[in-house]
């Protein structure tokens, strides 16, 4: 009767901590823009309607951060892989993180690869790693652009990609191609040849620019934006999105998916569209967030 009394004791326990366990897990979700310096990415970068849809998927919608830094900056310096540590440990702290989805586009894609790889260049990266379940990386330039060595190069691009790039940047000169070859080499994990990352980076690969005037899908994330990058595309490989050849932005990690083959209509995504609620790439991020 004793043994009895203390198994039904047991099982009383169990199912009262059982819940108690689940509800310690507290999910939350990071969106880490691109090369820029911002000050408002939340509206200026991503858009709400982008943020809002993607973070109305969590248990919690309100454990959401959007990243404000220079990213301007080599992928390292304080004002960028710095700063984002400082941000992204602020929300772990503030709002009782334990699992952090992190979505990125393009450079910040490098910058959140540079914190994985290199977790002892600052004493706040181990404790944002352990709580990263994943990386949802929007068209990273993980293996970088001749874009961006034809604006360090200085000609014409340095002008008709002030609107994409900026004007000679660190973090431009960081994205020119052979430069990324060295860092993949020496100081970045997940490319072929590389250690593996320590948590998954999974790449969407944006492969074409649609532009036809007459198409309303050419007008998502701006219809000007979109033609600028139909331009650029001409000194790119035949599947890229305006900006990266797909094979940089499936360079590190894993590719979760090409875009026609999960967009609506089997859109395809241009660099700007990847970062903005286009073809029901909201949703399926908004689905992710368990």
């Known amino acids: 009767m004793f043994r009895s009394a203390l198994a039904a004791l047991g099982l009383c326990l169990a199912v009262l901590l059982s819940p108690l366990t689940h509800a310690a897990d507290v999910t939350g979700v990071a969106f880490v823009h691109g090369t820029g310096k911002q000050t408002d990415a939340y509206n200026d970068y991503w858009q709400p309607t982008m943020v809002n849809n993607v973070r109305a998927g ?111 940047s660190d973090a431009v000169r960081q994205q020119q191609v052979s430069w990324m070859a060295y860092y ?38 701006g219809y000007t934006l979109n033609v600028g990058l139909e331009i650029t595309q001409a000194w790119l490989d035949s599947c890229s999105d305006g900006f990266l050849n797909c094979s940089s932005q499936s360079a590190a990690g894993s590719v979760w998916f090409y875009d026609k083959s999960r967009m609506a209509g089997s859109e395809p995504l241009s660099h700007n569209q990847s970062r903005r609620a286009c073809f029901g790439l909201d949703a399926i991020l908004r689905n992710d967030m368990k």
């Open 184 to 221: 993949n080499a020496n100081y970045l994990y997940g490319t072929g040849g590389r250690p593996s990352l320590p948590k998954p980076f999974r790449s969407v690969v944006g492969t074409d620019v649609e532009t036809a005037v007459w198409d309303p899908d050419s007008y998502c994330g």
């Open 58 to 168: 969590l248990a919690n919608p309100a454990n959401y951060v959007v990243i404000n830094c220079d990213f301007d900056q080599y992928m390292w310096d304080s004002r960028a892989a710095g700063c984002l540590a400082d941000q992204l440990t602020q929300f772990i702290n503030a709002k009782g993180i334990t699992r952090l989805i992190v979505i990125t586009h393009s450079n910040g894609g490098n910058i959140v690869r540079w914190m994985l790889s290199n977790p002892t260049w600052d004493s706040r990266y181990p404790a944002i790693i352990s709580r990263i379940v994943r990386v949802n990386a929007l068209a990273p330039s993980s293996a970088g652009t001749p874009l961006a060595d034809a604006v360090i190069n200085g000609n014409v691009f340095e002008t008709s990609l002030g609107w994409l790039l900026g004007y000679k």
